[in-house]
């Protein structure tokens, strides 16, 4: 009795407060703008493939070809002299490779984080922009897998790393957080590859099934042969590669179920692979490297560097191809505040790091985070973190986000900064440990550079050709978050809803 | 819509995947039959300027082994003996053979005798003859029973695997000093004799390196 009268007075008085307050109305800003129907939707996204290759791409795609070509000569030059090319010598054995390898292996960290974990926890605004994160994330492991796999120097023993069985009767050594890395960065790479083309087979199949119907209807007059010609091989090469999806509602309760389960695998990825090449220096008994925060502060360092790249590919991409309708100011503001979350989590940890050095009482760890700050590669410390503390600091306001041109000038800086922590932490520990007589400097070698600068032609090339022949969004799961898949607002979780 | 592919197309997979399992057994199978140390190496043997015999100069007449690889137990290099030691015996037994006439020639003309060499680590590899042979690690585990050998052949590996297995278990292989050159000795399998040999491996502070630079520096 008595509890059913206190539900009523409950009911009562919150009733009254509402009707005091007057609650506004709010809705989410739709995910897809300007009341899109679905065929917009699949016309837009195949038309980028479809159409004659804008002049922009031929531009882009030349530069970044010749800019590749610094990579190959530079892992040519070599494979040809020796590891010693590069700038590694005692008591710096860890210099530009091992930055480049933590820099582009964390890139690629938010393409995970977007197409797993934001998948589970059911954020629509994930489906714009996660086909193209995750050919990020996949390209990014590829220009990342260069840096160590060259460093062994005789690459053609590479396969060493592998526990295969051979005639030396010798194994990998498994205590080594090294060989972990190598588990770790192949599992993460075949997963992605994995998850990306898995996601793509409705999308391929709706590329051929359109190529079939051109091809029927044989309306080619002004085009010419051609372009019935490249009909012929899209309509061929995508129905390979759609492995004959028919959109029938068996495979789509097949793909919805291998897509959980390949998001619930992927999931841990985003967390152990950085975790692990954070082990690379954390498991060393190094001051400034031996610490237990390496962990949580790599992989936030990982998704802050993979949404400032994401951002960085994005904003012009949306420009280009007038994706305004599919990728809003909400996804903008999303992924800004995702860099501001997690730039704040790294910048914590820079600040942590200086207090624990304090705290522990080493004079090694105080020495060593000092001179990080203050010593001969202060410059560097200046960049690392004026790039990555202050600058996610603007996101804080809506009309940064706003503001498309700066968002993407501040992811660039994201990206610099990034690149920058890597080498603090990775020089300057080395340039200055426990042995005063055996201190050094480190300057890279003209190979560093061109091999390292290369990687962005490589990862452009990579990048462009994905823009050119596949779909560069998931074309079903955008229908699935858009105003028109809700037309009653029944569903709340789906982005058309209220809150 | 119609089918892009006739149906047949979808046995394709399964195809490749049965061919590339074949194909890669018959290439890893065959990699390690012909191109293994225990192929390409063992069983290599040159035929000499001299024919000299082990089986007759060593098995038959019971000459030690450092009679003419003097420096086996010195150094870590096991030296070919020169033509001066040859003739210690040769000016007086048999001293007009005429299988022995290049022998002779080197003598008078200070010309070594060109021998071919079998048994070659490569050069990274940083093998010591000295320590092995004077901690009870016989010739024969390594060179095979010479003494039985007219024509003298590559008889182990010598490869990586088969320093390891020795060195990962040297009480199997380790045996008493005064035994090392006597390549006729069995190793006699009893309880006893293994504790002797464990006894072996600690007393003489037997530790052969397991690392990479124990052999490559």
């Known amino acids: ?499 | 819509m119609a089918n892009v592919f006739p149906k047949w197309v979808n046995t394709i997979p399964i195809k490749v995947i049965v061919a590339a399992i074949l194909i890669k057994t018959a290439v890893i199978a065959g990699f390690t039959y012909y191109f293994t140390p225990k192929y390409t190496r063992v069983g290599y043997a040159p035929t000499q300027p001299v024919a000299f015999s082990h089986a007759l100069h060593s098995g038959q007449l019971e000459i030690d082994c450092r009679y003419c690889h003097t420096n086996v137990d010195r150094s870590e290099h096991s030296n070919v003996p020169a033509t001066e030691v040859c003739m210690s015996c040769h000016s007086m037994v048999r001293k007009d053979d005429p299988l022995l006439a290049p022998v002779r020639d080197s003598y008078a003309s200070g010309e070594p005798i060109p021998w071919v060499r079998i048994h070659k680590t490569p050069d990274y590899v940083y093998f010591n003859h000295a320590v092995h042979v004077n901690r009870g690690i016989s010739c024969v585990e390594c060179h095979g029973r010479v003494d039985q050998m007219k024509v003298v052949h590559h008889d182990k590996p010598l490869s990586m695997g088969f320093c390891l297995e020795c060195h990962r278990n040297p009480e199997e292989y380790i045996r008493p000093p005064e035994e090392v050159y006597n390549l006729d000795w069995e190793r006699p399998e009893t309880e006893e004799f293994k504790e002797t040999a464990v006894g072996f491996v600690h007393d003489w502070k037997v530790n052969p390196p397991q690392s990479c630079s124990g052999c490559h520096r």
């Open chain 1, 1 to 499: 009795m008595s509890n059913s009268i206190q539900h009523s007075t409950a009911e009562a008085t919150r009733t009254a407060l509402l009707a005091k307050v007057q609650p506004a109305h709010l809705k989410d800003e739709p995910l897809v703008a300007n009341d899109r129907d679905f065929n917009w939707v699949t016309d837009k996204i195949c038309c980028v493939v479809e159409t004659k290759t804008p002049v922009w791409w031929w531009v882009s795609m030349v530069v970044a070809l010749m800019t590749a070509s610094f990579t190959g000569i530079g892992l040519l030059w070599l494979v040809s002299t020796g590891v010693g090319v590069w700038g590694l010598a005692n008591p710096i054995n860890w210099g530009w490779a091992i930055v480049n390898f933590v820099f582009w292996i964390g890139i690629g960290h938010a393409g995970t984080l977007i197409s797993a974990v934001l998948c589970l926890l059911k954020q629509g605004w994930r489906t714009s922009i996660n086909r193209a994160a995750e050919a990020m994330t996949i390209f990014a492991v590829v220009c990342a897998g260069i840096f160590p796999l060259f460093h062994v120097g005789r690459v053609w023993f590479a396969w060493w790393l592998f526990p295969i069985p051979n005639s030396n009767v010798i194994w990998p050594q498994f205590r080594s957080p090294l060989e972990w890395d190598v588990f770790a960065v192949s599992t993460y790479g075949t997963v992605s590859v994995l998850f990306w083309y898995m996601g793509m087979i409705p999308d391929l199949a709706v590329l051929r099934d359109r190529a079939v119907q051109r091809l029927k209807k044989d309306a080619y007059e002004g085009a010419g042969a051609l372009a019935k010609g490249m009909d012929y091989f899209r309509k061929n090469l995508y129905a390979i590669f759609a492995m004959g999806w028919r959109n029938a509602g068996n495979h789509w309760r097949n793909y919805e179920m291998a897509y959980l389960v390949l998001a619930g695998l992927s999931t841990p990825l985003v967390l152990s692979v950085h975790t692990i090449v954070s082990f690379d220096f954390a498991l060393a008994v190094l001051p400034g490297w031996h610490t237990t925060i390496f962990p949580p502060y790599f992989v936030a360092g990982a998704i802050f560097s993979g949404f400032g790249m994401v951002l960085t590919l994005m904003l012009p991409l949306r420009a280009l191809y007038g994706l305004h309708d599919l990728i809003t100011q909400r996804h903008i503001d999303n992924m800004c505040k995702i860099c501001l979350g997690t730039g704040s989590i790294v910048g914590y940890a820079y600040i942590m790091e200086f207090f624990i050095a304090w705290y522990g009482a080493n004079p090694y760890e105080s020495y060593a985070f000092i001179n990080r700050a203050f010593g001969q590669y202060w410059w560097a410390y200046l960049m690392m973190f004026s790039c990555n503390v202050f600058t996610p600091q603007l996101f804080w306001f809506k009309k940064v986000r706003k503001n498309a041109a700066l968002v993407w000038i501040m992811s660039i800086f994201i990206n610099v900064g990034m690149w920058f922590e890597r080498f603090v932490i990775t020089v300057t520990s080395l340039a200055n440990d426990f042995l005063p007589s055996s201190w050094g400097y480190y300057s890279p070698t003209i190979v560093d550079i061109l091999t390292f600068f290369g990687t962005f032609g490589l990862f452009s090339v990579l990048f462009l050709l994905f823009l050119r022949f596949l779909p560069l969004m998931p074309i079903a799961e955008v229908k699935f978050v858009m105003p028109a898949a809700d037309p009653h607002g029944h569903s709340k979780d789906r982005q058309g809803g209220t809150h």
